[in-house]
Structure formats: structure tokens, C-alpha cells
């Protein structure tokens, strides 16, 4: 994870990209990003995650060899989803004390992706959500968190281990320092209202159901977008990890939302959000019923997954 953070970014450098029939060259900024849009003359045939190819055309280093990598870009054609998805990823899916620095700084650097632990049931609702029966392109989930590109890795690693739906991450800006570490994830979180408005207007006809916490502002971000797309917001669920007097907040801005004919839930767990998706149609039945076994079944796992695997190791040794 230090490294993670301690890592130098490589400007100036000249990469190609080639996605299906079209190339282009771009140039990484001072940061060591890069970014491309590319214009299509008719729509692609299939939404869905898709082939894309980066070459490294500078040489960077002495006897460098060839540095040619294959990633993934999803593309999702409007009308082809019931809704989408928005989620934050701290204290909605990960479970991050991410207003408790101490707390946070543990977690950050005795733990990894396969032993860091999801909400309960988090997998079986998000599962739910993004697979809608009978249709042959799936709801897409974005995630919008405060967590920096840094993490990227480890979050896409974490949901492919703990199963839950793929989706493109919409994060801040590398950070590359040890006190950066300590704050990451912090800031004013409004990045986060830019590049979810960036979704609402890249797809246009598709409503979307915005899922957060009560640890930092996704009430307040949520409510905004609310109000600027009024039409488009289905159902927002806001877990409770505060414990304080934000929840009286959010429940402020809950009663301020029904005007638009949106509600906001400030729910306990995971299954008391899937019990009102159900409700409201958003879910089937068995689905819900899903979550609500995955949550309580979950509810009784033990709060370190590294002990356990040594208790079972040591175990099964003294059994030998």
C-alpha cells in the first residue's frame, strides 16, 4: 500500500491507443495521465465492456523493451438499461472508517484486498441491481468515490474477490506522498458531484439509483443532483455509519426530496434497502430474499478474516 502512494508519476510520454478500428497518440500530463474521446459514426453494435490497447512509443528507460498492455473500456448505448447505478465506495461497499483516521490508517496498511471486508450483503444487492432478468445488457454500475486513482488496483481487486459487479471507477487525482496516504479519501468530496453530474449527462434517458453513507457528504451530493435532475433519480440509499447527528441531517434532507418524488433512505444495513428496492420494482422477490439470507448469514462471520485462516491453518495442522 506504501508503495502505492511513494510511486512517480511519468509525464511527457507519447502512448497509442487503439480501440476497434481507430488510433490515436496522446501525450501523459505532468500527472502521467491520459485521456482520449473518440467519436463514432454509428453506434456500436453491443454495450459492454470492450477490448482497448496502449503502447508506450517513448523510450523511458535504458534497453526498454516494448510496453504494450490490453485493458478495458465500457461502453453502454442509451435505452438499453432499466436504470443505472451510482455508488460510493468508503463506508458504502468497504467497509473504511473513513471518518476515523486511526481506525483508517490500520485497515490501510495491515490489510489487502482479499482480507478487507464488505458490508454484509453488499454483493447479493449490488448482484441484484445489475442483473436484470430477462434482458440482455445489464444495469451498469459506476463508482464515484474520494479514493485516489492510486487505489485502483486494489478496489477492482477487492470486488472481483468479494463478488461483486464490475464497473468503471470515477476517482480523484494521484497522490504521492506518505501524509497523502494518511488523508486519502478526504477533501470537500464535490469532485464527486462533477463526475456524477459527467454521468447524467453522458447518459442522457437513463435514471439512475444513487447509493452513499452518512460518514461524509453523499447526502448532501445526492440531494444536489436531485435537484438539478429531478426526473432522474429513482431511489438514493444512505447507510448509517455515523451513529451521530448527521443522521438527523440526512433525514432533514429526505423530507426537503419528497417534493421531487424521490425518497432517501437512511437504512441500517443492507437489508432494509433491498426490502424497499423490492417494493418499489426495482428488484424481483428472490433477489431480495437473497440479500436478506447473505446479510444475516454474513452477520455472523468473524470481524478479521486474517485470523480466521490462521485459526483454520493452525487447525487443520493439529488435526494432521
Keep these: 500500500m506504501l508503495s502505492r502512494y511513494m510511486s512517480s508519476p ?31 459514426n454509428k453506434p456500436l453494435a453491443i454495450s459492454g465492456w470492450h477490448k482497448v490497447r496502449y503502447k508506450v512509443l517513448d523510450k523511458i528507460v535504458e534497453e526498454q523493451e516494448e510496453l504494450e498492455v490490453e485493458g478495458e473500456v465500457y461502453i453502454h448505448r442509451n435505452g438499453e438499461a432499466k436504470y443505472g447505478v451510482i455508488s460510493d465506495v468508503d463506508d458504502t461497499i468497504l467497509i473504511s472508517h473513513a471518518t476515523k483516521i486511526l481506525s483508517k490508517l490500520r485497515l490501510i496498511l495491515t490489510k489487502n484486498s482479499k482480507t478487507r471486508l464488505p458490508f454484509t450483503g453488499v454483493a447479493a444487492f449490488y448482484n441484484a441491481l445489475h442483473h436484470e432478468p430477462g434482458r440482455s445488457v445489464q444495469n451498469p454500475v459506476f463508482y464515484v468515490s474520494s479514493s485516489e486513482w492510486n ?70 451530493l445526492y440531494a444536489e443532483i436531485t435537484r438539478q435532475f429531478p426526473e432522474r433519480v429513482k431511489a438514493i440509499y ?57 446479510t444475516r448469514g454474513q452477520s455472523l462471520r468473524p470481524t478479521s478474516l486474517v485470523g480466521q485462516l490462521v485459526r483454520s491453518e493452525s487447525h487443520q495442522h493439529n488435526s494432521g
Excluded at 509525464?11 to 501525450?27: A, H, M, N, S, Y
Excluded at 478496489?155 to 497523502?180: A, H, M, Y
Design 10 to 40: 511519468i509525464p511527457d510520454v507519447r502512448v497509442g491507443i487503439f480501440l476497434f478500428d481507430q488510433e490515436c497518440i496522446v501525450e501523459t500530463d505532468e500527472n502521467g495521465y491520459f485521456e482520449k474521446d473518440f467519436m463514432f
Design 238 to 294: 444512505i447507510r448509517d455509519v455515523s451513529k451521530s447527528r448527521k443522521d438527523e441531517k440526512v433525514n432533514a434532507i429526505a423530507r426537503e426530496l419528497l417534493v421531487h418524488n424521490v425518497e432517501m433512505l437512511l437504512v441500517a444495513d443492507t437489508e432494509e434497502a433491498a426490502r424497499h428496492a423490492y417494493e418499489n420494482g426495482l428488484i424481483t422477490r428472490e433477489e431480495m430474499l437473497h440479500v436478506v439470507e447473505e
Design 151 to 220: 487505489l485502483y488496483d486494489f478496489l477492482e481487486d477487492f470486488c472481483e474477490v468479494r463478488n461483486i459487479p464490475k464497473g468503471p471507477f470515477l476517482l480523484q487525482d494521484l497522490k504521492t506522498s506518505l501524509w497523502k496516504l494518511i488523508k486519502s479519501g478526504g477533501g470537500n468530496h464535490y469532485h464527486k458531484l462533477e463526475k456524477i453530474k459527467h454521468l447524467m449527462l453522458t447518459f442522457e434517458d437513463m435514471p439512475f439509483i444513487l447509493i452513499g453513507d452518512s460518514g461524509q457528504r453523499d447526502s448532501l
